[in-house]
Nanobody, 116 residues
Framework: VQLQASGGGLVQAGGSLRLSCAGP??????KGWYRQAPGKQREMVAH???????SYADSVKGRFTISRDSAENTVALQMNSLKPEDTAVYYC?????????????WGQGTQVTVSS
């Protein structure tokens, strides 16, 4: 299973970026995004379940929006009002339902850099 993340880049503080994750996302019970900044642990940014429920890290609530495009089989992360502390490598992931082992699959990271 391959997940392909795209959309990272360099943006000034206050700007926006849209990340996209492509792959066989319909097989996953949960899909979303994590990020890892230099010297820090990987943290959950946002995720979306099959039922449509969403969850966000407190640090991004109100600024980031996760969404699913079933037709394109992609999951997007719209990031607005970006801050320098949002600078990190962003990874998309998918997790199978528990009855299928709960395995996780990760895409390659995409770098997001927010300049002050």
């Amino acid at each position: 299973v391959q997940l392909q993340a795209s959309g990272g880049g360099l943006v000034q503080a206050g700007g926006s970026l849209r990340l996209s994750c492509a792959g066989p996302l319909n097989i996953f019970a949960t899909k979303g995004w994590y990020r890892q900044a230099p010297g820090k642990q990987r943290e959950m940014v946002a995720h979306l379940t099959t039922s449509g429920s969403t969850s966000y890290a407190d640090s991004v609530k109100g600024r980031f929006t996760i969404s699913r495009d079933s037709a394109e089989n992609t999951v997007a992360l719209q990031m607005n009002s970006l801050k320098p502390e949002d600078t990190a490598v962003y990874y998309c992931y998918g997790q199978l339902a528990a009855e299928f082992g709960g395995y996780e699959y990760w895409g390659q990271g995409t770098q997001v850099t927010v300049s002050s």
